[in-house]
């Protein structure tokens, strides 16, 4: 992985009780020796696997006139993360669930473009055997569930700044309302909503197979080629490039897909990032409530899935074994 670092800081937050979190900053910029290199690596990993949201910061966003002096070496890294450290101590003190944790900064290059991240990182104690084959304690960093974490492309925000993709941040998880907060510190308001970009594939794509009146079997066929492309972008960390899309398909009509969907208003990016839930409907139906959840393969539709819109009754035929066992045990015991 062609992944150098440029500057590193690490400071803490430590929640004393529940009114107090307490700042803990470095005086100096950690080394960037072969653990630290590996930390990032996997950082940097684990970040492109997941989803996130896209920002651009707000007209008065501190954070960014900081990292306009920073760049102009009007403020040195050390002193931009400290400052930054105790305005993001500020912002998640307003928050119930606020809690500590180690404070990252990283300016880094990778693949020609420079990055900072920013991430707020738990510790998880866990137990280990030692030579002598007896317990003992470790306390480490739990980077594969870090989930308060944003960052910024610098080369593109200092050559587009107008554009809505040079900031992506982590929602975090439901409930924890973890995107506010870091919101508020970074200044940034949601740019980019990957979600709507792929539900707006979706529709494109099963308009196209309408315009080209393709029965059912075919428009399920184009469907799959369409899941398998982007399920590829997914997996590799890369961004559903429509035009690459485009010529992975075969054109229906005298418009490829690409054309289609630019000359039908679709308002599509040139990319942007997979969004495995919203995907999964290319091949799947599925839906809850009520009590009951239904998930299976389109390919099944009209083969061993059966819907009346009139009555609105679903057949199932062939039942799973593992499904159908429970069946007949709850038939048994009634």
Same mark, same amino acid.
């Given at each position: !992985? ?17 009114? $107090?979190?307490?700042? /803990? ?19 940097? =990993? ?21 990292? /306009?002096?920073?760049? +102009? ?11 930054? $450290? ?22 880094? *290059? ?16 866990? !137990? ?5 084959? #007896?317990?003992?304690? $470790? ?37 924890? +309302? ?13 740019? !980019? ?29 184009? =469907?799959?080629?369409?899941? =398998? ?48 839930? $919203? ?24 083969? *061993?899935?059966?819907?009346? @819109? ?10 799973? @074994? ?5 069946? #007949? *045990?709850?038939?048994?015991? *009634?």
């Amino acid at each position: !992985m062609s992944l150098d670092i440029c500057q590193i800081a690490l400071h803490q937050l430590i929640k004393r009780d529940e009114q $107090t979190l307490e700042v /803990v900053l470095r005086d100096s910029l950690l080394g960037t020796d072969n653990i630290v290199q590996e930390m990032m690596a996997e950082l940097h =990993r684990i970040y492109g696997a997941k989803s996130k949201a896209f920002a651009t910061f707000n007209q008065a966003s501190e954070l960014a006139e900081a990292l /306009v002096a920073l760049r +102009k070496e009007d403020e040195n890294f050390l002193g931009f993360s400290r400052a930054a $450290t105790i305005r993001l101590r500020d912002e998640l003190a307003k928050y119930p669930f606020a809690e500590g944790g180690v404070v990252l900064f990283c300016q880094y *290059r990778y693949l020609a473009v420079d990055y900072l991240l920013i991430a707020v990182l738990n510790s998880c104690n866990s !137990m280990f055997v030692n030579d002598n084959l #007896e317990l003992n304690t $470790t306390h480490y960093l739990d980077i594969p569930h870090v989930d308060i974490v944003a960052r910024i492309d610098l080369t593109e925000w200092e050559r587009n700044p107008a554009s809505e993709r040079y900031l992506t941040f982590l929602k975090g998880r439901v409930g924890r +309302k973890v995107s506010d907060f870091f919101m508020d510190f970074l200044s940034a308001s949601e740019g !980019m909503n990957a979600k709507i970009q792929n539900k707006g594939l979706l529709q494109a794509v099963n308009d196209y197979c309408d315009s080209s009146e393709l029965n059912q079997a075919a428009t399920q066929e184009y =469907r799959q080629q369409v899941y =398998r492309y982007c399920n590829e972008q997914q997996q590799t960390g890369e961004e559903i490039e429509l035009k690459c899309l485009s010529k992975e398909l075969p054109a229906l009509g005298e418009q490829n897909f690409a054309e289609f969907t630019q000359q039908n208003g679709y308002q599509l990016a040139e990319s942007f990032p997979p969004d495995r839930t $919203t995907l999964k409907q290319l091949t799947k139906y599925s839906g809850s409530g009520g009590g009951l959840t239904i998930n299976f393969d389109a390919l099944l539709l009209d083969e *061993r899935v059966f819907w009346d @819109p009139a009555t609105d009754t679903l057949t199932i035929k062939g039942t799973p @074994p593992n499904l159908r066992e429970q069946l #007949e *045990r709850g038939k048994k015991s *009634r």
